[in-house]
C-alpha cells in the first residue's frame, strides 16, 4: 500500500509527546513491512521541507501549528492525490479534513482523544469559551466526511466520539516506550508517591499534591516526587504552594528528568498519582504498571480505561483530591492487596507494546479496505 500520514507534529517536533511516538513507531513497522509512507506535517526549526527518514518513509513539512493545515491539502495533491491508497487523517483538536477532499483513497481518521474539557485548562477566556463551543461543530461536520474508519485508543474516547454522530470507531491498543520488568522484585516498605509528567492546567498536578497532603498527615513516612517540565507559569504556581505547605519538607519538585530517571522513579515509587482532566488512554499509567508500580486516578475519560478499578489500581471520584489520599493510605495499609494490584498491573501492561499496537492498527486499515468487497 501506499500511505499518506497527515500529523501536525512528527516524532522530532519539540512539542511531540506520546501519540506522535505511537505514531511514528506504526509509521516504523509499516514501512519495514514494504508499504511505502508519506507523512506530511509542519516545519520546524531548521528541518528540512522534504526529507528521506527512513528506507519506504519520507516526510514532507510545511507551515507552522495553523498553517499546516492548507498547506497539507496542497502538498497532498502534489505528493499523494495520484499515488496514495490509504489516508490516515490524524486529528490532535483540529483535523486536517482529508475526508473531504481525498476523494481516490481509503481516508482513516486516527484521532486520540477530544479536546473539550481541555480548552478551559489550556486556553485563556475566551479562546477556551470559543475553542469548546466550536469543537462539537467541527465534529458534527466532520462526521459528513469520507472516512471509512475511525481509530482511537480506548473506549472512552470512542464514547466522547459517538455523541458527535460519528460513526464506524474501533480502539487499537496504544504501545508504551518501556519494556515491562523482566519479573517483579518486592517493594519493601514501599513509601515513595509519584507524579509525573509535564506541570500544565490539564494535568492538575496540585490536586496530586493535596492528595499526598492527605495521606501524609495520617503517615508522615510518605515521600512526594513530583517530576515534569516546570516552566509554565502554572508550575510556578504549583511550587509556591509546595513551599508553603506545611508537608513541604516531604515534597521534592525534580523538574524535567531523563527517560532513565523516569523509569527509576516508576521502579522505586509506591503508586503514582494521575490528576488530568482527560487522556485518550493514560500511557504513564501502563508505563508505570510495567515497572511495577500501580495507579491511583481520577474517574476521567482515559485513565478509567487504563485502569482496571479495583484490579490494577484505584480509581476515584473527579476533582476528589480527598478521597485520592484516602486511596492511597488505605492500599499502602494493605500489603496482601497491593501485592495483587501490582501483579496484575504488571501484566495487563505486557498487552500494550507496539507491535501489539500495529497488529491492531492495521486490522482496521485492512477492514476498511475491504469495505467494498462485503
Same mark, same amino acid.
Given at each position: 500500500?501506499?500511505?499518506?500520514?497527515?500529523?501536525?507534529?512528527?516524532?522530532?517536533?519539540?512539542?511531540?509527546?506520546?501519540?506522535?511516538?505511537?505514531?511514528?513507531?506504526?509509521?516504523?513497522?509499516?514501512?519495514?513491512?514494504?508499504?511505502?509512507?508519506?507523512?506530511?506535517?509542519?516545519?520546524?526549526? !531548521? =528541518?528540512?521541507?522534504?526529507?528521506?527518514?527512513?528506507?519506504? /518513509?519520507?516526510?514532507?513539512? #510545511?507551515? $507552522?501549528?495553523? *498553517? @499546516?493545515?492548507?498547506?497539507?491539502?496542497?502538498?497532498?495533491?502534489?505528493?499523494?492525490?495520484?499515488?496514495?491508497?490509504?489516508?490516515?487523517?490524524?486529528?490532535?483538536?483540529?483535523?486536517?479534513?482529508?475526508?473531504?477532499?481525498?476523494?481516490?483513497?481509503?481516508?482513516?481518521?486516527?484521532?486520540?482523544?477530544?479536546?473539550?474539557?481541555?480548552?478551559?485548562?489550556?486556553?485563556?477566556?475566551?479562546?477556551?469559551?470559543?475553542?469548546?463551543?466550536?469543537?462539537?461543530?467541527?465534529?458534527?461536520?466532520?462526521?459528513?466526511?469520507?472516512?471509512?474508519?475511525?481509530?482511537?485508543?480506548?473506549?472512552?474516547?470512542?464514547?466522547?466520539?459517538?455523541?458527535?454522530?460519528?460513526?464506524?470507531? !474501533? =480502539?487499537?491498543?496504544?504501545?508504551?516506550?518501556?519494556?515491562? /520488568?523482566?519479573?517483579?522484585? #518486592?517493594? $519493601?516498605?514501599? *513509601? @515513595?508517591?509519584?507524579?509525573?509528567?509535564?506541570?500544565?492546567?490539564?494535568?492538575?498536578?496540585?490536586?496530586?499534591?493535596?492528595?499526598?497532603?492527605?495521606?501524609?498527615?495520617?503517615?508522615?513516612?510518605?515521600?512526594?516526587?513530583?517530576?515534569?517540565?516546570?516552566?509554565?507559569?502554572?508550575?510556578?504556581?504549583?511550587?509556591?504552594?509546595?513551599?508553603?505547605?506545611?508537608?513541604?519538607?516531604?515534597?521534592?519538585?525534580?523538574?524535567?528528568?531523563?527517560?532513565?530517571?523516569?523509569?527509576?522513579?516508576?521502579?522505586?515509587?509506591?503508586?503514582?498519582?494521575?490528576?488530568?482532566?482527560?487522556?485518550?488512554?493514560?500511557?504513564?499509567?501502563?508505563?508505570?504498571?510495567?515497572?511495577?508500580?500501580?495507579?491511583?486516578?481520577?474517574?476521567?475519560?482515559?485513565?478509567?480505561?487504563?485502569?482496571?478499578?479495583?484490579?490494577?489500581?484505584?480509581? @476515584?471520584?473527579?476533582?476528589?483530591?480527598?478521597?485520592?489520599?484516602?486511596?492511597?493510605?488505605?492500599?499502602?495499609?494493605?500489603?496482601?492487596?497491593?501485592?495483587?494490584?501490582?501483579?496484575?498491573?504488571?501484566?495487563?501492561?505486557?498487552?500494550?507494546?507496539?507491535?501489539?499496537?500495529?497488529?491492531?492498527?492495521?486490522?482496521?486499515?485492512?477492514?476498511?479496505?475491504?469495505?467494498?468487497?462485503?
Amino acid at each position: 500500500m501506499n500511505i499518506v500520514w497527515l500529523s501536525w507534529k512528527d516524532r522530532g517536533h519539540p512539542l511531540a509527546g506520546g501519540a506522535e511516538k505511537v505514531s511514528g513507531e506504526i509509521m516504523d513497522r509499516l514501512a519495514a513491512d514494504g508499504h511505502s509512507v508519506r507523512l506530511i506535517t509542519a516545519q520546524h526549526g !531548521q =528541518t528540512a521541507s522534504h526529507e528521506q527518514f527512513a528506507p519506504n /518513509l519520507e516526510i514532507y513539512r #510545511a507551515g $507552522n501549528r495553523y *498553517t @499546516v493545515y492548507p498547506k497539507a491539502r496542497q502538498l497532498f495533491k502534489q505528493v499523494g492525490d495520484d499515488w496514495a491508497d490509504v489516508v490516515i487523517d490524524e486529528m490532535n483538536t483540529i483535523p486536517f479534513g482529508a475526508g473531504f477532499y481525498a476523494t481516490k483513497t481509503v481516508n482513516i481518521l486516527l484521532a486520540y482523544q477530544l479536546a473539550r474539557e481541555v480548552w478551559f485548562h489550556q486556553m485563556v477566556f475566551p479562546l477556551s469559551v470559543v475553542g469548546y463551543l466550536l469543537e462539537p461543530l467541527m465534529l458534527r461536520i466532520l462526521a459528513q466526511g469520507n472516512y471509512r474508519r475511525i481509530a482511537t485508543e480506548s473506549n472512552s474516547s470512542k464514547l466522547d466520539m459517538e455523541r458527535y454522530g460519528l460513526k464506524n470507531i !474501533q =480502539t487499537f491498543r496504544v504501545g508504551i516506550p518501556t519494556t515491562p /520488568l523482566t519479573e517483579l522484585p #518486592a517493594k $519493601n516498605a514501599p *513509601t @515513595v508517591v509519584l507524579s509525573l509528567g509535564a506541570l500544565r492546567p490539564m494535568k492538575r498536578t496540585l490536586d496530586a499534591v493535596k492528595a499526598f497532603e492527605v495521606a501524609h498527615s495520617s503517615n508522615p513516612q510518605l515521600q512526594l516526587i513530583v517530576a515534569g517540565d516546570t516552566s509554565s507559569s502554572y508550575a510556578q504556581k504549583v511550587i509556591a504552594y509546595v513551599h508553603a505547605s506545611p508537608h513541604s519538607n516531604s515534597i521534592t519538585v525534580l523538574g524535567r528528568v531523563s527517560n532513565e530517571e523516569r523509569e527509576q522513579l516508576m521502579q522505586k515509587a509506591a503508586v503514582i498519582l494521575v490528576t488530568s482532566i482527560k487522556e485518550g488512554w493514560g500511557l504513564i499509567v501502563t508505563e508505570a504498571n510495567s515497572q511495577g508500580t500501580p495507579a491511583i486516578v481520577y474517574d476521567v475519560d482515559g485513565l478509567r480505561d487504563s485502569v482496571a478499578a479495583d484490579k490494577t489500581g484505584i480509581v @476515584v471520584p473527579n476533582n476528589d483530591y480527598a478521597a485520592m489520599g484516602n486511596a492511597i493510605s488505605t492500599l499502602l495499609a494493605n500489603p496482601a492487596r497491593y501485592a495483587d494490584y501490582r501483579q496484575q498491573a504488571w501484566e495487563m501492561s505486557k498487552e500494550y507494546n507496539f507491535d501489539n499496537s500495529y497488529r491492531d492498527f492495521m486490522k482496521i486499515v485492512n477492514e476498511a479496505n475491504d469495505y467494498d468487497k462485503k
